[in-house]
């Protein structure tokens, strides 16, 4: 075989098992077909064989979802690539700038889940416990991350997702959250402005890897309304969360 060649039933295995990936749960062999827009037949065939290698496992619904092995490959990957110890001289480079506490979040099954965070000094300071999780739709790293998913699996968390109203400012409507995603999309940053909790306000930038469009998490910056007023927001925090996101992800790169 020529070094040139591409084997299209690889590329095609490959693209089935990066959609359950970015799927976070298991799906019909119907809608996955769909998504990855390879004939049904030729995914059942392929699917199959990521069954029995252990990648991909078959739920008593009939369903294709992540399988064992593909855990295990992901404790060996994590252990390779430590994203935490990559990204933490950003969170304290901003913490050092503006004092506020700091964010590594990444989504998990559709929820954020805090990797990382450098705290401020402050008294009054903003504290998510690393490892807990919460909301995307009403939290500025999730919406961040929303915002960069592809357009069937936004319909998919708008059409399942129970949307709860934390404050008066929650976007409980999935339309109006929709047009939301657009415009973080646009601008490269999204803002929580007490649509979680009264009295505070967020700003998070995603940050990429591989070719610059592999979306790995966010970077985020709370804190309360007293200190973090809409003009800070606008001259100090914007700039400097966009600036980190984009340093990282030019570091995350591949050239």
Do not use: W
């Amino acid at each position: 075989m020529n070094r040139g060649t591409v084997v299209r039933s690889v590329v095609k295995a490959v693209k089935i098992y990066e959609e359950l990936v970015k799927a976070g749960s298991p799906l019909p062999l119907s809608t996955l077909s769909k998504r990855v827009g390879i004939n049904i037949s030729t995914v059942h065939r392929l699917v199959n064989t990521l069954v029995d290698m252990g990648y991909v496992e078959q739920d008593e619904d009939g369903n294709y979802g992540l399988g064992l092995h593909s855990f295990e490959m992901a404790n060996i990957i994590t252990r390779k690539f430590d994203i935490k110890k990559l990204v933490r001289p950003y969170l304290k480079e901003i913490v050092e700038s503006c004092n506020e506490t700091c964010n590594l979040v990444v989504m998990e099954n559709y929820e954020v889940v805090y990797l990382d965070q450098v705290e401020s000094t402050n008294m009054v300071r903003m504290f998510a416990s690393v490892g807990s999780r919460g909301p995307a739709y009403c939290t500025g790293s999730g919406k961040a991350l929303l915002a960069y998913l592809d357009e069937d699996e936004i319909d998919y968390y708008l059409k399942v997702t129970d949307f709860k109203r934390y404050t008066d400012n929650t976007i409980t409507e999935p339309d109006e959250l929709k047009k939301e995603l657009a415009n973080i999309r646009e601008q490269g940053y999204a803002l929580d402005l007490e649509e979680m909790e009264l009295g505070v306000r967020c700003v998070a930038a995603p940050f990429f890897g591989g070719d610059g469009d592999k979306l790995l998490g966010a970077i985020s910056v709370s804190g309360p309304c007293t200190r973090i007023t809409m003009d800070y927001l606008e001259d100090v925090l914007i700039p400097l969360v966009t600036e980190k996101a984009g340093q990282l992800t030019e570091k995350l790169t591949v050239a």
